[in-house]
């Protein structure tokens, strides 16, 4: 991995991007995330009863009366500062694991559930985009490039991305030219067929920018 001092002398001011650090939140983090991911896929799936759809509601509103006290700022919880859980710890991104990342680029294992359909038990073609930028931002670490904003992401859809299979995403650094980063990534199922490809712009932040 490049220093990337060595591009940007004032990379640990990250632009002005908080310069977020690993989090430690305990074993009790990891299973409530567990449970929230099961809970997102069931939200899409079941088909209980009045009187049980009554009872849920119940319990997903005392979860938010026990966890809104503590509601806190950005970079101050644990959700995407925990790189050993799923998705880093945030519900909001694809649980991929067994990340790998070195000056050739990322590569890392996701499988997608209930929660990602968009129809027919197949991924929501808008998920992939998400999968694919989170890539795109651990090629720009992995390279030792200065933190970036994304300013383009094209996807090319090859063929129908399933849930329940553990899945391949790759991603590299085609080019670079000052600011800009030119970054490419692909996904793929056990039998290596290609599902989906991307391309995308990285722009580094200037100092003080968002």
Known sequence: MTDPHLVDPD?????????????QPGPGFGRFLAAMRRAQDLAVSADPDSDTWDEAADRAEALVALLDPFEAAEGVGPANRVPSLPGAGSLLMPPYRQVRLDPNGVDLKVQFSRYHVGGNYAVHGGVLPLLFD?????????????????????????????IDTELTARGWLREADGRKAFVNAELRDPDDNLLAEANGLMIQLRPGQP
């Open 134 to 162: 989170s890539v795109f931002g651990m090629v720009i670490h992995a390279v030792g490039r200065p933190i970036s904003r994304t300013g383009f992401l094209h996807v090319d859809y090859r063929k129908v991305t399933p």
């Open 11 to 23: 990379y640990d001011k990250h632009g002005g991007f908080p310069n977020f650090q690993r989090a």
